[in-house]
């Protein structure tokens, strides 16, 4: 099977730096995607990370260490846009099956 | 625009009334899945379509059926509705890699 574990909240102010983590346990790993969802609406994909390194698109990047069975999810530069929950997701080898994390409401305040 | 569209966005029903949520994708994709939420559990993949005619479980199967009859409609139906189902239901597409999922709008369903 597989799991992952993120935390249920983070909090932060307008413009600073904020770190989402995600750790996994899966047999088999493609790789881990992250989502961002609105309260009511649908997820969007905000990165994917196959290989061990860092991914940045714009103000958020994705990093990945596969020895270690974990990632996290930069947001720099933060906006109030930003509050939303962030889903780290993994597939594991074989599956065709994406596991979720329960997600982590990102709360900034002005 | 490339998009999956769901419908309903609500509904409210009773247990034991049939009733299908549509899903369509204009992106040529060929993997299609259903997702339910529920508050504290993140999202839940129920079915997915590979391709036209091949559908498979997921990890929460029980009480829905699928179908996917042409390659852009991947429509959920559940035969007896029963209050355990009310959730909140997505619809999602895929390239082949699975990397990336583009989601629809949802499906806000309510059994009584």
């Known amino acids: 099977g597989q799991s992952l574990e993120q935390p249920s909240e983070v909090t932060a102010v307008e413009g600073a730096i904020v770190q989402i983590n995600c750790t996994y346990q899966t047999s088999g790993f493609y790789g881990l995607s992250w989502y961002q969802q609105h309260d009511g609406g649908a997820p969007t994909f905000l990165s994917y990370n196959a290989l061990d390194g860092l991914e940045e698109t714009g103000r958020f990047s994705s990093f990945l260490s596969r020895s270690d069975s974990y990632g996290y999810l930069l947001l720099q530069e933060l906006q109030m846009k930003d509050s939303a929950s962030y889903f780290c997701?993994?597939?594991?080898?074989?599956?065709?099956?994406?596991?979720f994390g329960r997600g982590t409401s990102l709360i900034v305040h002005p | 625009e490339a998009q999956v569209t769901q419908n309903p966005r609500y509904l409210i029903t009773v247990t034991g009334k049939k009733l299908t949520v549509t899903c369509s994708q204009n992106m040529n994709h060929e993997y299609m899945s259903w997702y339910r939420q529920d508050p504290g559990l993140g999202l839940r993949q129920i079915y997915y379509?590979?391709?036209?005619?091949?559908?498979d479980k997921g990890d929460v199967p029980e009480g829905y059926k699928v179908s996917r009859k042409e390659k852009r409609n991947f429509p959920l139906i559940l035969e007896s509705p029963s209050p355990n189902q009310t959730s909140l239901y997505f619809c999602?597409?895929?390239?082949?890699?699975?990397?990336?999922?583009?989601f629809g709008s949802g499906t806000q369903l309510s059994v009584l």
């Open positions: 999602a597409s895929s390239e082949g890699g699975l990397e990336k999922l583009f």
């Open positions: 997701a993994v597939r594991g080898g074989g599956s065709y099956i994406p596991t």
């Open positions: 379509s590979m391709n036209v005619e091949v559908t």
